[in-house]
């Protein structure tokens, strides 16, 4: 299966839109490997140690757990050689949602530049700066629902997997036809004992004003609650059935320390009334 006999390479501008790298000045094809085109579709490319990749697929799948749009990977390798596992050529596929006819941008131009509370950041979204026309557009009732679930599970299930790098570039909104949705998520490779950075929408669950918040906001409660009811074993087991990857015991240990402690932290803070 060879994936990369394509003639097209694309990255991903500062305005979130695919170009053509063979279309763009020389100093920016340093991106082109981001992005290949197999089959008329276009695939983000990640080549990491097994360990990071599992991280992605284990994300995707915890994603679906919360019933929150994700994106869909296809672990592959390049070489029909059988060796072990970690000495394989292995690469992530994910498809990407991104349609050259469509609006996207990050929660910046959501009017939210600095919330300190994240959950005072969810409850605060009203319209995002169109600065073509300079002037805020304010959101649909119905899209913004929609936005401040997705925040909220998004929050929670972050909070739940340790995820360390979620910045306002790692989760994108479409604006078409005058509506605004919330994009599928990506990015889970810096999570669990993996994590390498800060997250930027994280929120301490020792500060009383957002205990108060969290006690006062029935559908977080219902998330917390379904947080502390994962089972990480089952989605071990979903990914062993679907892309035949299996975890030594250790490895299963240390993400089940993960998961633990997370939901140790839950019951010891009483973040579930």
Not at 31 to 36: G, N, T
Request: with cysteine.
């Amino acid at each position: 299966m060879k994936l990369l006999d394509t003639k097209k390479v694309w990255f991903l501008d500062k305005d979130f839109k695919l170009a053509n790298v063979d279309d763009y000045p020389i100093e920016n094809k340093k991106y082109k490997k981001a992005f290949i085109e197999i089959n008329n579709e276009i695939y983000k490319i990640k080549k990491r140690n097994i360990n990071i990749l599992y991280n992605e697929l284990l994300g995707e799948k915890i994603s679906e757990y919360f019933k929150l749009k994700t994106v869909k990977s296809i672990l592959t390798t390049f070489s029909n050689i059988n060796v072990r596992l970690d000495k394989l050529n292995l690469f992530l596929l994910t498809k990407s949602f991104i349609d050259t006819n469509k609006q996207y941008f990050n929660i910046n131009k959501l009017d939210i530049l600095d919330y300190f509370n994240c959950f005072e950041m969810v409850d605060s979204l009203k319209g995002y700066y169109n600065k073509e026309l300079h002037m805020f557009l304010f959101i649909d009732e119905l899209d913004l629902d929609s936005i401040k679930i997705d925040l909220k599970k998004m929050i929670i299930r972050d909070y739940i997997t340790n995820q360390g790098d979620r910045n306002r570039n790692n989760f994108l909104f479409e604006y078409n036809d005058n509506h605004v949705k919330m994009m599928p998520l990506y990015d889970y490779e810096h999570s669990f004992m993996y994590r390498k950075y800060t997250n930027k929408f994280e929120f301490d669950p020792l500060d009383k004003d957002i205990r108060n918040h969290i006690h006062n906001d029935l559908f977080i409660q219902e998330l917390l609650i379904k947080a502390l009811e994962l089972n990480i074993n089952n989605i071990f087991d979903n990914i062993l059935e679907e892309y035949h990857i299996l975890l030594n015991n250790i490895e299963r240990e240390n993400y089940n320390k993960i998961i633990d402690n997370q939901k140790k932290e839950i019951l010891e803070y009483k973040l579930v009334k």
